[in-house]
Each structure stands twice: as structure tokens, then as C-alpha cells.
T-cell receptor, first 114, second 114 residues
Framework: QKEVEQNSGPLSVPEGAIASLNCTYSDRVSQSFFWYRQYSGKSPELIMSIYSNGDKEDGRFTAQLNKASQYVSLLIRDSQPSDSATYLCAVNMGLTGGGNKLTFGTGTQLKVEL | DGGITQSPKYLFRKEGQNVTLSCEQNLNHDAMYWYRQDPGQGLRLIYYSQIVNDFQKGDIAEGYSVSREKKESFPLTVTSAQKNPTAFYLC?????????????FGPGTRLTVL
């Protein structure tokens, strides 16, 4: 069973719309959650981190976390063609004895259409 | 500019050869990581290091080796024992191993076995 699950997409949205990306995780003790954006052929770029239940906003991006449902999402408002990329959800499930191990989903491909 | 550099960008290896991938950071981060990314799969942790002269195996360490002689440097050697080394290799760093520490990635090295 996968530990972090994302719909692979592609998710297509028109320019200016809200894109909603979802992620579920299996480990209830997970403490920190991250969203990375990865353009084709490039390395992942951190765009959001969230640690507490609720919403966290940063510009056009909003991360939402619901630990009871083991669910984290990313909303992108006013989507632009430059937002077209693969979005990776990463969950910190810790390491034995403490530590910073990220488990990644396989990513959701977002396409913003003109 | 602070950041993480990886070299080379592209690397071609003949079967049976060992190759070493370079990773350097000037962020003054204590922790460094190596991940591997294959098409359709999430990033997988190969090795990580919290301090100089100390490193730990990740999920897929077989066929790889690392060293951490300097805080700034964490080279990865892909040995001939690695059965399927063709992949995109990503180095990352974080302030420490605390679960809230964000990980930042270098630009990556794309390794192809001929």
C-alpha cells in the first residue's frame, strides 16, 4: 500500500480558475507536510509547508491540512500557464529515533490552459 | 547566492563502472540527503547525513555509497553493484533533522547507463 497517494492527472484547468490538488497519507503520526512544484526535467521546488490543521495561505497558494482525515490539499488561485507542472506532496513520517524523512507521492500533473 | 549545486548535470556510465555524483551546499545546513527519481515513481531516499563523518542508509541504499568529510559536501557513488542505476539523482539539504525542517533540492544529475 502506498504511503502517500496523489491522483496522477493530468488535471486541466482554464487560466484564471482555481486548481485543487489533493493528497492522502497513511501514517497517522505524520507531523509535517510539504508541497513541491516540479517542472519537466527540473528538480522539485518547495512552495508550501504546513504543520497544523486548517489553512495556510501564501500569495495565490493555500495549503489545507486535515489530520483526522489524513488529507492535505493545495489550492492555486488565478491559475496561470506558468503553473503548469507536476506537484509533489511530501509527508514527514519521521525516522526511527527521530529525524526528517520525507515520503513523496508520485505527483499530480497540472495543465493550465489558455 | 546561497544554494545547492550538483555536478555533472548529465552523466553517462558504462556497465561495470563506478561513478561519483557531486553535491555541495553553502546554506550552512547540517543535514543532507540523496534521493533517486524514476518515471512514475515518487522520490526515494538513498542516504542521509546529519553531521560530518556520519551518515545513514535510506530505503534503497544497496549499490550506493556516500561520504561526509565536510559539512558542505555529500558526494554519492553509484557502484557497479547497483542493478538499475539509470535515474534522476537529487541532492537535498535542511537545517537539521527535525521534522519541521524544510528540505531544499539541488538541480539534479541525470545518470544514464549505456
Amino acid at each position: 500500500q502506498k504511503e502517500v497517494e496523489q491522483n496522477s492527472g493530468p488535471l486541466s484547468v482554464p487560466e484564471g480558475a482555481i486548481a485543487s490538488l489533493n493528497c492522502t497519507y497513511s501514517d497517522r503520526v505524520s507531523q509535517s507536510f510539504f508541497w513541491y512544484r516540479q517542472y519537466s526535467g527540473k528538480s522539485p521546488e518547495l512552495i508550501m509547508s504546513i504543520y497544523s490543521n486548517g489553512d495556510k495561505e501564501d500569495g495565490r497558494f493555500t495549503a489545507q491540512l486535515n489530520k483526522a482525515s489524513q488529507y492535505v490539499s493545495l489550492l492555486i488561485r488565478d491559475s496561470q500557464p506558468s503553473d503548469s507542472a507536476t506537484y509533489l506532496c511530501a509527508v514527514n513520517m519521521g525516522l526511527t529515533g527521530g529525524g526528517n524523512k520525507l515520503t513523496f507521492g508520485t505527483g499530480t500533473q497540472l495543465k493550465v490552459e489558455l | 547566492d546561497g544554494g545547492i549545486t550538483q555536478s555533472p548535470k548529465y552523466l553517462f556510465r558504462k556497465e561495470g563502472q563506478n561513478v561519483t555524483l557531486s553535491c555541495e551546499q553553502n546554506l550552512n545546513h547540517d543535514a543532507m540527503y540523496w534521493y533517486r527519481q524514476d518515471p512514475g515513481q515518487g522520490l526515494r531516499l538513498i542516504y542521509y547525513s546529519q553531521i560530518v563523518n556520519d551518515f545513514q542508509k535510506g530505503d534503497i541504499a544497496e549499490g550506493y555509497s556516500v561520504s561526509r568529510e565536510k559539512k558542505e559536501s555529500f558526494p554519492l557513488t553509484v557502484t557497479s553493484a547497483q542493478k538499475n542505476p539509470t535515474a534522476f539523482y537529487l541532492c537535498a539539504s535542511s537545517l537539521g533533522l527535525a521534522v519541521y525542517n524544510e528540505q531544499f533540492f539541488g538541480p539534479g544529475t541525470r545518470l544514464t547507463v549505456l
